[in-house]
């Protein structure tokens, strides 16, 4: 036998296919056994067919059967699997007296697919969302969901398909098929191997990801609370937000992007970028998708599965810049850390949402004055989305980072004015603030404008826990020659010397630490930074303040300065203009909080009052004819020490620092060894800290995290 054809290349399902062979040798009349078979080699299909002569062209119909149910199966990355799936036509051989012949060539089958999305709380993705599903030829077809979340693509090949969805804000990655798990960090589409006419197929989607923009650049159309949609997707969620709030010098950034072996051909797409996927190699079936990467996926794992494309695979490409990347992180611990074990065996319904907070840390390096200027705006524009998740009923816990617990700080000094126990938790992790930041007494407070102790935020949660090290090079250090020493070192002697560092260590982290530390220096009198530089921007149309010019810096003879009395009359009467512009609203919870601007710097109360101005301008007054020098050092970080020095010293923290107060503190110094550290923690910090510090000893057992 040979010349095994089909009728057609390509049939819908239903439809009958013409097949053909040739005989030879046989016997008129004798009856063949005819086996059709699947893309898996398995038969299908049989029949029987008596030949209409010995030797010749036998021709046939067959009709595919018409009422068998899709075969789905998951396509996921897999090391050896580096060819595209193609498209799954069916075969068929012919058995005379045992004798099975070759296999034909394929016939591609099409049919018309049908899919319902819905998300992880079965909400049907919205209406009207654009979906663009390619094909195993690479063929792209578009719909758009209907009211029920279902979309409809016509002649789709039976084979690999994968789709992504045109609008980030409605659905994120897919993580279930039909009744398959599928882990978004290794998916690329499904297979469907058989089929009817119409294949009805349903896929679950991770609910978008959660993230509020505070930052000064911020579109004016940002929202700074959340969507009724968002609102209701925490509510069905266990009731509960966890909100993550990042530290200093993190930019907005941007999301990274999934990964994934998509078994199609970009080349042959057209608008393949408008489609999501972008070719990574021409030597390699390994595309990245345009679509952003929600989840975390593991730079190590896939590197070590793609090696030709490791150089490509960094934290960075795949799970974002910025804000974006510290939420990914900070998501997929927690997660972890609840008991969430992976898309693969969870299937996503129990993976959790946080609810990342950007805002404007990215200034200079060391202009950290300017960022606590930035996280004191922030602070106040958080107060309005605190204020609707307590209103709503759900249950609110914060972590914040570094400089980050300033932001939260604000929001909560003002909110605790008249409002009490509205967090369940305050985690202030590696705090940027004073040791003193959560003293009742703003006479401790020995930061020049009165700003470093938050006097009332203590009321506004039941809990807070600070975790601290001092291990944090940024937050505090000590001089250490020996260090600077190996840093001028010949290359090959430095090199020795720092193979013998801790492995956890930064070695820039280590050279700020051997200097003393950043945070200590924060008052220190520069032309750019310091207290007087963002001060001197703030103030510029009232310039010069100094007689003589520029406040502090351009004296040679350094002389006794004086303020300069008419600018100095004009800035004060602004300041207080400023204050009586607001003094009228009301005290008990004024909604929505002024826009304080000439007087943000002492801006931690919800309304600023005249006896708060007149301090503030006897302060500057005297900075600014000292040239912007403080009399004392800043307090030492509360992410550095603790409470260890202060609980000596504040009887009120002291006594609610005791065990079972409502501050607790987690001292790090065994598992915690960089500023950042916990956005990628090892095994031990995840452990220690993680789950038994935040998740088994507070979340879960005094509030909870998602479903959990």
Not at 200 to 229: F, G
Not at 635 to 647: D, M, N, P, T, W
Request: aromatic residues 8%; charged residues 25%; contains cysteine.
């Amino acid at each position: 036998m040979g010349d095994l054809t089909l009728g057609w290349d390509r049939l819908p399902l239903g439809d009958t296919a013409q097949l053909a062979f040739t005989v030879r040798d046989a016997e008129e009349g004798q009856r063949v056994t005819i086996e059709v078979l699947g893309a898996d080699d398995q038969p299908v299909d049989q029949f029987e067919h008596q030949l209409t002569k010995g030797h010749g062209r036998e021709i046939l119909t067959w009709k595919p059967d018409d009422q068998a149910q899709a075969d789905i199966r998951i396509l996921q990355t897999a090391e050896d699997d580096e060819d595209p799936a193609g498209p799954s036509g069916l075969h068929f051989h012919v058995i005379l007296n045992g004798n099975h012949s070759e296999r034909s060539g394929p016939l591609l089958l099409t049919a018309d697919l049908e899919v319902e999305h819905t998300d992880t709380q079965d909400k049907p993705l919205p209406e009207g969302t654009q979906v663009t599903l390619a094909d195993a030829e690479g063929k792209l077809h578009v719909s758009h969901a209907d009211s029920a979340g279902r979309t409809r693509f016509d002649k789709v090949l039976i084979g690999a398909v994968d789709w992504v969805f045109g609008s980030a804000q409605a659905a994120a990655e897919t993580v279930r098929i039909a009744d398959q798990r599928s882990d978004p960090s290794s998916h690329c589409g499904c297979q469907v191997l058989v089929g009817a006419p119409t294949i009805h197929l349903k896929a679950k989607h991770l609910p978008p990801p959660v993230m509020i923009n505070l930052r000064d650049d911020a579109p004016s159309a940002a929202p700074q609370v959340l969507s009724e949609q968002e609102l209701n997707y925490f509510r069905e969620q266990g009731n509960n937000a966890l909100l993550f709030v990042h530290g200093y010098n993190v930019p907005l950034g941007s999301p990274g992007q999934l990964f994934a072996r998509i078994p199609h051909d970009p080349g042959m797409f057209v608008n393949a970028r408008e489609a999501g996927w972008e070719r990574l190699s021409w030597t390699t079936w390994l595309d990245w998708t345009t679509w952003p990467a929600t989840v975390q996926q593991d730079p190590e794992a896939l590197g070590q599965l793609y090696p030709r494309a490791a150089n490509r695979l960094t934290d960075e490409a795949l799970n974002g810049i910025g804000a974006h990347n510290w939420r990914v992180h900070m998501e997929h611990q927690l997660n972890r850390a609840a008991g969430f074990e992976g898309f693969d065996r969870d299937g996503g319904e129990a993976y959790t949402r946080i609810l990342g907070v950007a805002w404007s840390g990215d200034v200079l390096a060391h202009d950290f004055h300017r960022s606590e200027l930035n996280a004191q705006r922030a602070g106040r524009r958080l107060v309005p989305l605190l204020r609707q998740l307590h209103q709503a009923g759900i249950k609110i816990n914060v972590i914040t980072h570094s400089l980050g617990a300033r932001v939260l700080l604000t929001a909560l000094n003002i909110l605790g004015e008249h409002h009490t126990d509205l967090l369940d938790h305050a985690f202030l992790w590696q705090p940027a603030v004073a040791d003193n930041a959560l003293s009742n007494s703003p006479a401790s407070d020995p930061h020049p404008f009165k700003v470093g102790v938050f006097p009332y935020a203590h009321r506004a949660a039941k809990q807070f826990v600070v975790l601290h090290t001092v291990n944090d090079g940024i937050l505090g250090g000590r001089f250490n020659a020996g260090g600077w020493a190996r840093r001028i070192m010949p290359m090959p002697a430095r090199g020795a010397a720092m193979r013998n560092y801790n492995e956890h260590t930064d070695p820039l982290e280590e050279a700020i630490r051997d200097s003393g530390g950043a945070y200590p220096k924060k008052w220190w009198p520069m032309p750019t930074a310091g207290l007087g530089g963002p001060l001197t921007g703030l103030y510029d149309e009232f310039s010069p303040l100094l007689a003589g010019g520029v406040p502090g810096y351009d004296d040679p003879s350094g002389g006794q300065r004086r303020v300069h009395s008419l600018n100095w009359r004009h800035l004060r009467e602004a300041l207080l203009d400023e204050m009586r512009r607001y003094e009228h609203l009301d005290l008990t919870d004024p909604d929505p909080l002024p826009e304080y601007h000439l007087l943000s710097p002492i801006a931690t109360r919800g309304v600023i009052r005249k006896d708060h101005v007149e301090c503030y301008l006897d302060q500057l007054h005297d900075l600014i004819e000292n040239r912007f020098r403080v009399g004392s050092a800043p307090r030492s970080a509360l992410g550095h020490v603790g409470f260890k020095e202060i609980r000596g010293q504040n009887e009120f923290i002291r006594d609610h620092s005791a065990p079972g107060g409502k501050f607790a503190f987690v001292e790090q110094d065994d598992w915690l060894f960089t500023h950042g550290g916990m956005k990628i923690p090892s095994d031990p910090l995840f452990e220690e800290v993680f789950k038994k510090r935040i998740m088994q000893q507070n979340l879960l057992p005094n509030s909870s995290f998602g479903k959990y």
